[in-house]
C-alpha cells in the first residue's frame, strides 16, 4: 500500500517514538509511506534534540503559555491550512491509496483531502484531546474544540484507539463500532534485544548498585504519576534498607520530588538520570527489579509499560480497565486498587518482599509481548489489513479476522 502518513507532532517524547516505530513498521511491511509534518525544531533547542526520552518540546510550550487559550486555539485551527496545502502536494506527487492520520485536536487536514480525494482515512486516536486539555491545560474554545473532534472522528472511515475505553469514548461521539480498531502500543523487539543482563546493567549504574534492590520508572514524570507515595514509601521503614528509586527521565516533577527525597534522607537512594538518549532507555531499563506504573489516565496506552513487559519486569500498577486490557493481575503484574488508600504501599511491601512473586511476574511479563502480539510490527500489519479492505470496499472487521 502507498500510506501518505501524516501529524502534527514536534515534540520528542513517547509521541515520538510512536510516530517513528510505526512509520518504520509499516516500511519493514513493504508498505510505501511518505511522511508529512512540522519541520523538525534544531537540535540546539533546548529540549529538543532528536532521539531524546524524558523531555518535551520546549518552543510549542513556550508559544502555548505566552497566548491567551483561544488565540493559541484559533492558531492550531488555522494551522490546518498550511498543513492541508503541504498534504495535498505531498499526495499529488506520492499518489496514495490511504491517508493515515495521528489525530491532534484542531487538525482537519486529513479530513479535507480525504473529502476532496475520496480517499480512506485512518485515523489514530491517542487521547480524548478536548477532554484532556479542559482537565489538565485549560480550553478556551471549548465548543469549538468539540467540533472540531466530532468533525474528524466521525468523518474517518476507521477509528484507531490505543484502549478499547478510549474507543468508547469515541463511540459515545458517534463513530459507530464497526468502524473502530483498538490498536495499542507496541514495542520494537530489536531495539531491546541486546539489552544487558540485570547485573550488568545494575553495575553500569555505578558503586553500590548491584547489591540494591531497584525500583524504577521511565518517562516524562508529572505530580499526578504518583511517584512521591514511592518516595514516601521508601523513608518509611517498610523499605527493604537496600531498595533505590532509579527515575529514567525528567518532568515538571522532578524538582518537587527530588526535593521530598532530600528532605526525607533518601538523596542516595532517588537518582534521576534527566532526558537520555532514547537508545539508552533498555540499557536502564534492564536494571529495574520492580517497573512502576503508580498512576495513569484513565485512557491511555502507555508505551513505558510495553518496555517493561519486553525487559521482563515486575510491573506494580493500578486496576484499572485501560491496563487491564493489557495486564493480569498475579500474571504478568501485580495490580493494586488505586482507589484504596495504602494498596500501592502494601503492592510494593509484597514486590519487594517476595523474590518468588517478582520472578513469577516478571516472566509472565517477557511471555506477554508474543502472546498478546504487542509489537509495531503486529500493529503495522493490522494497519495494512483495514488500508488494504478500505481499498478494496470490504468489511474491515473480517480482514482482520481472517
Known amino acids: 500500500m ?70 493559541y486555539e484559533l492558531l492550531e485551527l488555522g494551522y490546518s491550512l498550511v498543513a492541508y496545502r503541504r498534504l495535498a502536494s505531498a499526495a499529488r506527487a506520492f499518489k496514495p491509496d490511504v491517508i493515515y492520520e495521528r489525530y491532534n485536536l484542531y487538525l482537519l487536514a486529513g479530513l479535507w483531502l480525504k473529502r476532496r480525494l475520496g480517499l480512506p482515512l485512518l485515523l489514530e486516536v491517542n487521547a480524548p484531546l478536548v477532554e484532556e486539555r479542559i482537565r489538565f491545560g485549560g480550553l478556551g474554545l471549548p465548543a469549538l474544540g468539540r467540533w472540531a473532534e466530532d468533525q474528524v472522528w466521525r468523518g474517518a472511515d476507521v477509528v484507531l484507539p490505543v484502549t478499547a475505553v478510549l474507543g ?113 532507555v533498555p540499557a536502564l531499563v534492564a536494571a529495574f527489579d520492580v517497573a512502576l506504573q503508580p498512576a495513569v489516565v484513565p485512557y491511555a496506552s502507555p508505551l513505558k509499560l510495553f518496555e517493561y513487559l519486553a525487559l521482563g519486569k515486575a510491573v506494580v500498577g493500578p486496576r484499572v480497565p485501560n491496563l487491564e486490557e493489557v495486564l493480569s493481575d498475579g500474571d504478568n503484574a501485580l495490580l493494586f486498587d488505586p482507589q484504596a488508600a495504602g494498596a500501592l504501599e502494601l503492592a510494593l511491601d509484597r ?40 481499498v478494496q470496499r470490504k468489511p474491515v472487521q473480517a480482514a482482520l479476522a481472517s
Not at 537540535?43 to 532521539?51: K, M, Q, T, V, Y
Not at 520472578?359 to 488494504?388: C, K, M
Open 168 to 280: 468508547g469514548h469515541v463511540h459515545a461521539r458517534g463513530v459507530p463500532a464497526e468502524r473502530l480498531v483498538v490498536i495499542p502500543n507496541g514495542i520494537n523487539e530489536a531495539h531491546f534485544a541486546a539489552a544487558p543482563a540485570m547485573a550488568e546493567a545494575k553495575a553500569a549504574l555505578g558503586p553500590g548498585w548491584n547489591a540494591s534492590l531497584v525500583l524504577g520508572f521511565t518517562g516524562f514524570v508529572r505530580s499526578w504519576h504518583g511517584v512521591d507515595r514511592v518516595i514516601a514509601w521508601l523513608a518509611s521503614g517498610r523499605a527493604p534498607a537496600h531498595a533505590r528509586l532509579l527515575m529514567v527521565g525528567d518532568g515538571p516533577a522532578r524538582a518537587e520530588l527530588e526535593a521530598q527525597a532530600l528532605g526525607l534522607g533518601l538523596a542516595g537512594r532517588v537518582h534521576f538520570t534527566g532526558v537520555v538518549p532514547r537508545q539508552a
Open 351 to 390: 514486590v519487594c518482599q517476595d523474590p518468588e512473586l517478582r520472578l513469577r511476574i516478571a516472566q509472565g511479563a517477557a511471555a506477554s509481548i508474543a502472546r498478546q502480539g504487542l509489537t509495531w510490527r503486529a500493529n503495522a500489519d493490522r494497519v495494512g489489513a483495514i488500508a488494504q479492505a478500505l
Open 2 to 71: 502507498r500510506i501518505l502518513y501524516h501529524h502534527r507532532t514536534a515534540s520528542r517524547d513517547g509521541q515520538a517514538v510512536h510516530i517513528e516505530e510505526m512509520v518504520a513498521a509499516l516500511r519493514a511491511a513493504g508498505h510505501e509511506v511518505c511522511v508529512v509534518a512540522p519541520a523538525q525544531p534544531d537540535a540546539a533547542d533546548s529540549d529538543a534534540s532528536a532521539g531524546t526520552m524524558g523531555g518535551e518540546m520546549g518552543w510549542v510550550q513556550r508559544l502555548r503559555a505566552r497566548l491567551p487559550k483561544g488565540a
